[in-house]
Structures are given as C-alpha cells and as structure tokens.
C-alpha cells in the first residue's frame, strides 16, 4: 500500500487478555518504529526495528509488552494480561534508514482495556 | 539519549495571526534532523517542516517556517496567517545519527486556532 497500515484501528478488550497490533510499513522502509500515546500526551517510545540488526527494545515498559518484525515487512506488537493502564493509541511508524527522510505514520490502534 | 523539550502544553491564535511553537534539544551531534509533525483529531500524525543540522538557513514550507538556532539547540516553529484548519497537535522531534537513526519526540503543543 501507499501508506502505513495498522490493524485494528479500534480494540476493546477485557483486562487480563492478549492483544496482537499490527502493522504493515511502507515498502521499502528498513526502519520501523512503534510508539504509545496515552490520551492527551506525547509519543512513549517502545520497540524499535532498523533492518536485520538486533531491535531496540528500550521502551517496553514490562515483560509483557513484545515485538517481532520479520526483515523489512510486518511487525506485530503483542500484550499480554493486559491491564487497564495499557488503554491507549499505539502508533506504528516507518522510514527509510537515511537521516535525511522523516518517519511516516500510521493512523493508530486505540486499545481499550475494560 | 537525546531529549526533546517542547515547554508549552497548549497555546491558541486568533485566525489571520502568527503564533510561534517552542522546542528545544538535548545533543552532543553535530549532525542531526530536526522536523515538526502536526496531528490533528484524525490522529494521523502528518510532517509540517524538517531541518538539517547542517544548513544555516531556516527551513520553510508556505505558511511554516523554523528557527533553527544551533548553538542554543532551538528549534521553534512559526505558523502565519493561521487557519481553523491548523489548530492540532504539533509535536518536535529529532533524528540522531549515533543511535541507530532513532526519532525522539517532544511532549506536543495542542494548538487551538480562534475564529
């Protein structure tokens, strides 16, 4: 596709279930990029992916947050147990690896968790 | 790492009026990218302007312009004759060589444009 696809654009699901987000990058873009953005607030970096080399895992905030991105195409985030403190949009971007090119960005998956 | 500070949670302009967006940063590069995205309710977030390091002058996009003052690590942007259309989101970010090519983002400005 043109742009950043991710799946599902909306999900509630019951405290204490696993969740797997999806997201289809650009063609093309080594660089993939997935950010938590709780209602009102800024971008939480989570997991980061740059072509073969070992992801960035930095931002997970718990063992139960997990990525995997197969080479350069989809990544999956799964939750697992979630809580109702995991409720928000989670944001998935893409790029190429030059500095010069900006991140495009998918339009989201807001998670609810009741 | 790198940290990006954008100090103004939420400020308004009337429409037809100028209204700057402050950022700054936190880096020991030399060579970085610097841009604004602006996200409105769709929640699609949308590049507005990027800046290199490199270049003295300040990058501009028709309504959008930076400036970009290195040594202070400033980075605001300036948006004229401002539109309903504009009011959004607008976040900073910063793009780092050393680490990885990595994005780092300011906190957002939630910008509310007065009719």
């Known amino acids: 596709g043109a742009g950043v696809s991710q799946s599902p654009s909306n999900k509630v699901t019951e405290k204490g279930k696993d969740v797997e987000l999806r997201c289809d990058p650009i063609?093309?873009?080594?660089?993939l990029y997935w950010y938590r953005q709780r209602l009102g607030q800024g971008l939480e970096f989570l997991i980061y992916?740059?072509?073969?080399?070992?992801?960035?895992k930095s931002g997970l905030p718990s063992d139960r947050f997990s990525a995997e991105r197969t080479g350069e195409s989809v990544s999956t985030l799964t939750i697992q147990r979630t809580q109702q403190e995991d409720s928000a949009v989670y944001l998935c971007?893409?790029?190429?690896?030059?500095?010069?090119?900006?991140?495009?960005f998918g339009q989201g998956t807001r998670l609810t968790v009741v | 790492a790198q940290t990006v500070t954008q100090s103004q949670p939420e400020m308004s302009v009337q429409e037809a009026e100028t209204v700057t967006l402050s950022c700054t940063y936190d880096?020991?590069?030399?060579?970085?990218?610097l841009f604004w995205y602006k996200q409105p309710p769709s929640r699609q977030m949308i590049l507005v302007i990027r800046?290199?390091?490199?270049?003295?002058q300040n990058a501009t996009e028709n309504r959008f312009s930076v400036n970009f003052q290195k040594a202070a690590k400033s980075f605001s942007l300036k948006i004229s004759d401002s539109q309903l259309g504009d009011a959004a989101m607008y976040f900073c970010?910063?793009?780092?060589?050393?680490?990885?090519?990595?994005?780092?983002f300011g906190t957002g400005t939630s910008l509310t444009v007065i009719p």
């Open positions: 970010a910063y793009r780092s060589r050393n680490t990885g090519n990595q994005f780092y």
């Open positions: 880096t020991s590069e030399s060579d970085y990218y």
């Open positions: 800046q290199e390091a490199y270049k003295q």
């Open positions: 063609s093309g873009h080594t660089a």
């Open positions: 971007a893409s790029s190429f690896s030059t500095l010069n090119t900006e991140a495009f």
């Open positions: 992916f740059q072509g073969n080399s070992a992801p960035d």
